[in-house]
């Protein structure tokens, strides 16, 4: 089956600590994305990447950081410098060209910190 | 001005209901406009792509109004299935692939 699968479900930081979130899909797509959703809060975009080797500061970039490898995988690691890392990380992709601009979207991982 | 605007909700409306929702863009540039669907706890997922013509999809019917740059979502009669939060997602503009996401509308369908 074709996807985007995130892992962990929920992951766990402590304090000083980097932690990083895994997303990888099978779907050929060139683009992908992290948002970070808060409660009652819309998505805000964390990074996105449009092509291999090559990625994007969003809206609030500050305290995390990624790479972009390979088409299929783009993990986010939240640093230690993230103050408040405690949210729901949703990782995107999206398929190039007219009308392919669709986002799927992975099962998330919940980041709370101890 | 936020970029995307919803009403939050919620909604509550009995089965069999109809009701609709709007969403409010300001960027004048954007090009495509999508309504996800996101139940608690869980990714969003796409319920439709929002067309200049409208478009409909079973029970559920979406229009765009670019003149007053806005998007519409009509979901008749209503199931239970059909609580969650709906969200209005918006791109940046022609050429981008960023994304602008509103905070969503709950609705809760009662028996």
């Known amino acids: 089956d074709g996807g985007i699968t995130q892992s962990p479900k929920y992951l766990f930081r402590k304090e000083g600590q980097n932690v990083t979130l895994s997303c990888e899909q099978n779907?050929?797509?060139?683009?992908m994305y992290w948002y970070r959703q808060d409660p009652g809060q819309g998505l805000r975009l964390i990074y996105y990447?449009?092509?291999?080797?090559?990625?994007q500061k969003g809206d609030i970039a500050e305290g995390y950081s990624v790479s972009r490898e390979k088409k299929e995988s783009f993990p986010l690691t939240v640093t230690s410098a993230q103050k408040n890392p405690t949210a729901f990380y949703l990782c995107a992709s999206t398929s190039s060209g007219p009308g392919q601009e669709t986002q799927y979207f992975g099962p998330g991982t919940r980041l709370l910190v101890l | 001005r936020k970029e995307v605007e919803q009403d939050p909700g919620p909604f509550n409306v009995p089965e069999g209901a109809t009701v609709a929702f709007n969403c409010t863009y300001s960027n004048s540039a954007s090009q495509s406009f999508f309504w996800y669907r996101q139940d608690c706890r869980k990714e969003p997922k796409l319920l439709m792509s929002v067309y200049s013509s409208g478009n409909e999809d079973g029970r559920f019917t979406a229009q765009l109004n670019r003149a007053s740059q806005y998007i519409s979502l009509l979901i008749r009669d209503s199931k239970l299935s059909d609580s969650a939060t709906y969200l209005c997602v918006v791109n940046k503009g022609s050429g981008t692939y960023k994304y602008i996401f509103g905070t969503g509308t709950r609705l809760k369908v009662l028996a």
């Open positions: 779907l050929n797509h060139d683009a």
């Open positions: 990447s449009q092509i291999v080797n090559d990625f």
